[in-house]
């Protein structure tokens, strides 16, 4: 209305503006209202203005703001998927990560038990240093009872985990077990990967192994009576660390401990020759290129495979000085099938080194370690294992059935429900 207004006042002044206003007052009187509405038509005009350049700024302002927070909240997500697509990874091993969480949550009372005990066991040595990189700690698990202080057989055992997630603390179940049966259990730490490759671990596992013989006297341990054990991944680096010993020490080079005063080697699990298993891990979920990593090339699959290298001819004497192997493995094993346990035998048969296989119908990956613990009562592997350490042990054995029976950790349903979804 004002602008209709102005456009008439204006084509008025248009036609009367040569003549003098005073001559026309109604001529001037138009102009001075002309001039007014003007006048407030341009303050209209700026402040609608202003008012649309403010609002969508502010609107601007405050979109920027949440699409940045919603960019901050999915920024690990999204690499993570970059990070997997980057790895060819798709969703077969995306769901096994998803198995892994809900085998986790299912077994977690028995996990936070078993943090707790760790934690506050009186009976554990933790943390000891035997070497000069920052995982070479071990765990020492002492009896709790002396018997006349007589010396204590010793289990050195090296955790499993892939070669990336090993931990000493992975041992406690084990370890607290043949505590209670008269055994001292060194647990090693080392480097896993990507802190160092297959040699840097092996390096890591004979150096814990020799501070072992050179202090385990002041624990109350029995130097003659020490046997080496490692689960899955930890089976194969102890097995690899006990070849490359043997060959060092037939070649005439000075080591620190002798493979010949390792009274069993106890392989729990493990695999043993790494080229006829690099695509079934693949399969399984360890991505071909983060194993070939881990084992420093495809070249060297070979040097890492103890069944592969024992096989040498010009190792003969090496090979002699192997100590007595004893595997075990569950046949439902679908992380290192029981087969590979079973080839590693038969080749140690026919080089002539001593050799016994123990087969668990049944067993998973995971049972012999994790789940047949947390059961509580009678464990199956620990009476195997003590009935070969305390063999010439009269009074072990005796007191062997007075042990304090192990109480249940875990429900056996949630027990099931793990190892139904279990990725191992």
């Avoid at 008025?12 to 001037?28: C, R, S, T, V, W």
């Avoid at 070497?131 to 057989?153: A, E, F, M, S, V």
Wanted: charged share 20%; with cysteine.
């Amino acid at each position: 209305m004002a602008s209709t207004e102005i456009a008439v006042d204006t084509i008025l002044i248009k036609e009367y503006g040569n003549e003098d206003a005073n001559q026309h007052p109604f001529l001037h009187h138009l102009t001075a209202q002309a001039a007014t509405a003007a006048a407030n038509f341009k303050r209209q005009k700026r402040h609608r203005v202003s008012r649309e350049c403010v609002l969508p700024s502010r609107r601007r302002s405050l979109g920027h703001i949440v699409s940045h927070a919603v960019a901050l909240t999915f920024l690990p997500l999204r690499l993570g998927f970059k990070f997997l697509l980057c790895l060819w990874i798709g969703y077969k091993w995306i769901a096994r990560f998803v198995s892994l969480l809900c085998y986790v949550a299912f077994i977690s009372p028995g996990l936070l038990q078993v943090a707790y005990y760790y934690i506050y066991c009186g009976q554990i040595r933790k943390n000891i240093k035997y070497g000069d990189q920052p995982r070479n700690r071990l765990d020492i698990y002492l009896p709790k009872t002396r018997h006349g202080q007589k010396p204590k057989p010793v289990v050195v055992f090296v955790t499993g985990g892939a070669w990336i997630l090993g931990n000493k603390a992975l041992g406690y179940l084990l370890g607290s077990q043949l505590s209670e049966r008269d055994i001292i259990v060194a647990c090693l730490d080392y480097r896993n990967f990507p802190q160092g490759t297959m040699s840097d671990m092996i390096k890591d596992v004979s150096e814990g192994i020799s501070f072992v013989f050179n202090n385990i006297e002041e624990y109350g341990g029995d130097i003659n009576r020490i046997y080496l054990m490692g689960q899955s991944a930890g089976a194969h680096i102890a097995a690899c660390a006990v070849v490359k010993q043997a060959i060092k020490e037939a070649g005439g080079e000075k080591v620190s401990w002798c493979v010949s005063r390792i009274k069993a080697y106890f392989g729990l699990s493990g695999g043993y020759n790494l080229i006829n298993l690099k695509d079934h891990f693949h399969s399984r979920g360890l991505h071909r290129s983060i194993f070939l990593s881990i084992m420093e090339g495809e070249q060297s699959l070979q040097r890492f495979s103890p069944e592969v290298v024992v096989q040498d001819p010009k190792i003969k004497d090496a090979v002699s000085l192997l100590p007595h192997f004893i595997l075990f493995h569950g046949t439902a094993d679908y992380s290192i099938p029981s087969d590979s346990c079973k080839t590693f035998a038969e080749v140690l048969e026919r080089i002539g080194v001593k050799v016994e296989t123990v087969l668990y119908k049944g067993k998973t990956h995971t049972d012999l370690f994790v789940q047949d613990p947390m059961r509580g009562g009678k464990d199956q592997l620990v009476e195997d294992l003590i009935s070969i350490i305390h063999e010439n042990d009269r009074d072990a054995l005796a007191r062997n059935p007075m042990a304090r029976q192990r109480r249940r950790l875990v429900p056996e349903l949630l027990l099931k429900l793990a190892c139904t979804v279990s990725p191992f």
